[in-house]
């Protein structure tokens, strides 16, 4: 193994092919730890963690998991924000040849335990202020160990006394029982002369590494098992795409490590390159710029729902971000209406770069196509990573449809997941042979690829509004709305009808400065009627001060629906 890391070069042209490292994710990291030792590899509330310690600390969790009984192929849940603890946790797991499973902190009782049943998770890490949430679960499923942190774990003497005297003041440590360890006592188990003598398995890059669960906005929630490859892999291929060489640069770590994106980019891709992952355990607004104004991040990573908020506010005023190096959207449809805005947005505020879109989904970790680094098509979402295939089929079919042509997005490449968790009849329906003996991933996404290869995305195959017998797709009246000048934010479903079986329903969230009145509402339905067909316009649409959000910041519609459901029913 070279002590340059071979796969790193000096990128020009995007090109079609990498060499992908066949080893663990841990191995990548210590790569840099061999080649960038004094690099910054995580900052966090002014700490900075050079890769040295970076991988002394890795190492020392690793020995305190293995005393506390964690052996190759077993499964521990994280679940905790974006804290260094997190960082030394998830690569620490993967040294010892275990799967990490990671599940979102604000889960609620019964979802922590629907995850640790459905990974069957015997090992569990969390933070002190979510100690109660486990203790219920515990009930209905067994730990044989619950590591319990604080965010104060690591920082400095003065600033975690700060802490506790502050945000922590009301934070009550776990109680002393069996099976429960805090922070430090879990730490110190690593001088024990077993943890001490470990032989760390080598693990290659597809053995299983990591579990991801799907963010439940549609059906019942699946866990995705994910390689060591496909992490890999996605770091190669995401500092490939961002057309820099990542060593030395720092990319803003907001998006939480449960979800793909935060975890794949923010993360892995950071400090697999030599970055530095600047650690935001918990977002709001204020907070954010603050840190881009000190930090001064060369990547930011977010879904649309964040630029919104970064555009809407004063907090950036006067501020230059010259030293932005990439912009990246994804988790959900960026509206052109939105980039407008928001490239304006960095045009105004000495931006060298304007926002890029990518698309992706858990089943490829995240990413697998991007907007490229000069060029853009609008409504593109950019063309596929490198060692990554799209083709576009008839729904539910394996059938190849002509460029121009709307049907499935597939994909294949080196970051499909191994499968979803205890769900055979579900890989088969999702990973599927062609005719030219590639295994391919029908995401369920409508979509159209064009004559150059640009990828556009339409639609979530099942969120589908029929009315009258005509398909309308939410996201095209959305892009309608949100391009009215009073719009911020809109998200459109079907409600029953008994003439139309379905009617489009809008919700709209107005910009700052506008007021909600009926002259204005028919203003927007006025314009809705320029850019879509009657049967799509909606037949109601309702002012809103905000829209409900998943987890990850998506626009959750199916609270809406949910709503309007219990509407009817009374």
Partial sequence: MSLKAPWLKNYGDIPFELNYPDFSMCDAIYEMVKTYPENVALSYMGKKITYKTLGEKINETARAFYAAGVREGDVVTICLPNLPQSIYCFYAINRLGGIASMVHPLSAVGEITFYLKEANSKYAVTLDLFYGKFEESAKECKLNTLIVTSAADELGVIKKTAFKLTSGRKIKAPPKKPGVLNWNEFIKQADSPEAKQIAFPAKRGNDPAVILFSGGT???????????????????????????????????????????????VCIH?????????????????????????????NFIAGVPTLFEAISRNGYFDGVKLDFLRGVFSGGDTLSPELKKRFDKFLDDHSSPVHIREGYGLTESVTACCLTPYHTHKEGSIGFPFPDTYFVICKPETTEEVEYGTEGEICLSGPTVMLGYLNKPEENADTLKVHKDGRVWLHTGDLGVMDNDGFIYFKQRLKRLIITSGYNVYPSQVESALDSHEAVAMSCTIGIKDLYKVQKVKAFVVLKNGYVPSEELKQDILNHCKKHIAKFALPAELEFRDDLPKTLVGKIAYTELEKEEAAKAVI
């Fill in 269 to 297: 891709t950071a400090l697999m390159g030599g970055g530095t992952s600047i650690l935001v355990p918990r977002f709001n607004v204020k907070t954010f710029a603050n840190i881009i104004k000190k930090d001064k991040p």
């Fill in 218 to 264: 549609t059906g019942v929630s699946k866990g995705i098992l994910l390689s060591n490859l496909n992490f890999n892999a996605l770091g190669l291929q995401t500092e490939v795409m961002s057309s820099f060489k990542i060593a030395g640069m720092s990319v803003l770590a907001a998006l939480p490590i449960f979800h793909g994106f935060g975890l794949g």
